[in-house]
């Protein structure tokens, strides 16, 4: 997976760092390459939030906790979904209130992830 060789690279607590800023939008003009997610350039916005959460997925430090609590609030349903993955691999009960309000979004895919994540956690 490229994301396991950009922490070989570049050291995990990097990737996670870009990760999380990724989702936050503070990118800034040292970050790796979006090439070691899989994407490009001309990526819309929202997909290198989507991507930053998935990132995360994979490497995971609780420092990026601020970052997926931001995931679950964000405008796209895309990026609410990913986030709910990252609560529901990392067990990260500190988010239990924001998923569990998610089983009300508008947005079917999102609430079945909330669910899914909260059946994780208990």
């Known amino acids: 997976m490229l994301l396991a060789s950009a922490a070989g690279a570049l050291g995990e607590e990097r ?3 870009w990760c999380a800023r990724l989702i936050l939008g503070q990118e800034r003009s040292d970050d790796p390459d979006l090439a070691w997610l899989g994407g490009t350039e ?3 916005p929202y997909w290198r939030r989507v991507w930053g959460a998935r990132g ?4 995971w430090d609780d420092g990026a906790l601020e970052a997926i609590a931001a995931a679950l609030a964000d405008e796209h349903w895309r ?9 529901r691999a990392h067990g990260l009960s500190g988010l239990t209130g924001e998923t569990a309000e ?7 895919r999102v609430r079945a992830a909330a669910e899914r994540a909260l059946a994780a956690m208990s």
């Open 42 to 44: 001309d990526w819309a």
């Open 102 to 108: 998610l089983r009300e979004d508008t947005n079917a």
């Open 56 to 59: 995360l997925l994979y490497v």
């Open 15 to 17: 990737v996670v760092d």
């Open 79 to 87: 990026v609410r979904e990913m986030g709910l993955k990252v609560v």
